[in-house]
């Protein structure tokens, strides 16, 4: 079961232009929603992340904007550049999950980010 | 050397076989994380662990084993591989309280 939904799969952007991607979640308690940047032949890394107690993040080119009410929250790469190519994975977690499984994160299907020069 | 790592990084077998991947990190991390990563699927669960000798299934345990003796490490064993298990597989640990999740570099399985 999906939790997390991401979209699209896939992306190409020229130089300089914005890239977006959207995630969207079901689950009301999820209240940490990270997002992850994975450079070919290596593990993801933590790009930025939000709390829902703030509608927007900025650090940099990348932004996070968060709409509680319709349970979405998108990444905004602006001045995209070529070494911004990278596959890009929404996540959530689960405050309300018990014991052990709190530290669960529950990941989107993934963005493959093309900047083409 | 100093954070998270796994071995091997490439393994082909075949189908029937056992293999184990193995993961280690040097934090002293209470949680570690198996996944597989498919194209379309994103990442997902295989198993993970919130301390020693604790494990817990995740999305997609099936066909996996996962033991974890000692904090710092946290194999993983496919006991009889099958080609649907061709995947590559990451390991992640986590401090309770820390913003994230710190990946290994990844191994990719191949079954034929």
């Known amino acids: 079961q999906q939790q997390v939904k991401q979209s699209p799969q896939s992306l190409i952007v020229q130089k300089g232009g914005i890239s977006i991607i959207n995630c969207a979640y079901e689950n009301t308690a999820f209240d940490y929603f990270p997002w992850y940047q994975q450079f070919p032949g290596k593990g993801p890394a933590l790009l930025i992340a939000?709390?829902?107690?703030?509608s927007e993040k900025k650090e940099g080119r990348f932004t996070i904007s968060f709409n509680k009410s319709a349970k979405q929250f998108s990444l905004h790469i602006m001045d995209s550049q070529p070494g911004d190519s990278a596959t890009y994975f929404c996540?959530?977690?689960?405050?309300?999950?018990?014991?052990?499984?709190?530290?669960?994160?529950?990941f989107g299907q993934g963005t493959i980010l093309t900047v083409h020069p | 050397d100093a954070g998270i790592t796994q071995s091997p990084r490439y393994k082909i077998t075949e189908t029937g076989r056992q293999v184990t991947l193995m993961c280690h990190q040097t934090w002293s991390h209470s949680y570690m994380f198996w996944y597989r990563q498919d194209l379309g699927h994103g990442l997902r669960l295989i198993y993970y662990s919130a301390a020693a000798d604790i494990t817990d299934k995740g999305e997609v345990p099936d066909g996996y084993v996962v033991s974890r003796s000692k904090t710092e490490n946290f194999p993983l064993t496919l006991e009889s591989a099958t080609r649907s298990q061709t995947s590559v597989y990451f390991c992640?640990?986590?401090?309770?309280?820390?913003?994230?999740?710190?990946f290994g570099p990844g191994t990719r399985l191949t079954v034929l």
């Open positions: 939000i709390r829902p107690d703030v």
């Open positions: 992640a640990s986590w401090q309770r309280g820390g913003p994230e999740q710190f």
């Open positions: 996540a959530a977690r689960n405050h309300n999950a018990g014991g052990t499984s709190y530290g669960k994160l529950t």
